[in-house]
Antibody, heavy 122, light 111 residues
Framework: VQVVQSGGGVVQPGESLRLSCVAS????????MHWVRQAPGKGLEWVSF????????YFPNSVKGRFTVSRDNSKNTLFLQIDSLRPEDTALYYC????????????????WGQGTMVTVSS | QSVLSQPPSASGTPGQTVTISCSGN????????VYWYQQFPGKAPKLLIY???RRPSGVPDRFSGSKSGTSASLAISGLRSDDEADYFC????????????FGGGAKLTVL
C-alpha cells in the first residue's frame, strides 16, 4: 500500500498549481483521502478530505474557494488544485489514505505520501 | 501553535523506556481517538498507534499507546538507536465543524 506524490514547485503569488497523488496496493475507489500541509517551522495543518465518492471537505477557511480536491478513481489518482496561491501557502503538502472503506473526514491517516513542496515567492 | 501539546524533545539510552505525552481538551482527545505517527527526516509519516492503543500489523510491541481524559501517551520500551525520529499525535476535533488537529511533534534522541 502506498501513495506517491508529484507536482509542487516554486510559483509566484497569484499563480496556480496542481498536486497529484497516485495510489497503489489498495482499492482506491473505496477509500477517502486527505491532504495535510506543513509550513516551514510550523506544525501540521489538515487541509482537505475527499470521500470515496468525490464529496469534498475543506479546512481552514483560508483555503476555501482557492483549493479544489478531486479524484479520478479510474486512474487511482487524487488531485489538489491550488489557485490564487499566497506566500502563506508555502508548505510541504502530504496526501494520505484514510482508514477504513467508505471513510469519512474523521477517519484518520493510515498511509502517507512522501510529501511535495510548494513554495510561493515573488 | 499546535492544538495538541507535546514536549519538543525526549531522550533515552538504549534499552530504556521513553514516554511522550500529548495533551488536548474535551473537544479532541477527550472525545475522540488518538493516533501516533513516527517520522524520519525527509520521509513520510508512519502510523504507529491507532484508536488510542492499537498497533497496526508490523509495528513492534515495544510501541504502546494509552489515553486518559484529555491526555494521551506513547511509550517506547527497549529503546533502540533506530527509534530516533520525530513522533507526533493526532486527533479529530469536534469544534469548528470538525477538523483534524496535531501535536507539534517530539524529537526523540537515543543517547
Amino acid at each position: 500500500v502506498q501513495v506517491v506524490q508529484s507536482g509542487g514547485g516554486v510559483v509566484q503569488p497569484g499563480e496556480s498549481l496542481r498536486l497529484s497523488c497516485v495510489a497503489s496496493g489498495f482499492s482506491f475507489s473505496d477509500y477517502g483521502m486527505h491532504w495535510v500541509r506543513q509550513a516551514p517551522g510550523k506544525g501540521l495543518e489538515w487541509v482537505s478530505f475527499i470521500r470515496f465518492d468525490g464529496t469534498p471537505k475543506y479546512f481552514p477557511n483560508s483555503v476555501k474557494g482557492r483549493f479544489t480536491v478531486s479524484r479520478d478513481n479510474s486512474k487511482n489518482t487524487l488531485f489538489l488544485q491550488i489557485d490564487s496561491l499566497r506566500p502563506e501557502d508555502t508548505a510541504l503538502y502530504y496526501c494520505a489514505k484514510a482508514f477504513g472503506g467508505n471513510s469519512e473526514a474523521y477517519d484518520a491517516f493510515e498511509v502517507w505520501g512522501q510529501g511535495t513542496m510548494v513554495t510561493v515567492s515573488s | 501553535q499546535s492544538v495538541l501539546s507535546q514536549p519538543p524533545s525526549a531522550s533515552g539510552t538504549p534499552g530504556q523506556t521513553v514516554t511522550i505525552s500529548c495533551s488536548g481538551n474535551s473537544s479532541n482527545i477527550g472525545s475522540n481517538f488518538v493516533y501516533w505517527y513516527q517520522q524520519f527526516p525527509g520521509k513520510a509519516p508512519k502510523l504507529l498507534i491507532y484508536r488510542n492503543d492499537r498497533r497496526p500489523s508490523g509495528v513492534p510491541d515495544r510501541f504502546s499507546g494509552s489515553k486518559s481524559g484529555t491526555s494521551a501517551s506513547l511509550a517506547i520500551s527497549g529503546l533502540r538507536s533506530d527509534d530516533e525520529a520525530d513522533y507526533f499525535c493526532a486527533a479529530w476535533d469536534d469544534s469548528l465543524s470538525g477538523r483534524w488537529v496535531f501535536g507539534g511533534g517530539a524529537k526523540l534522541t537515543v543517547l
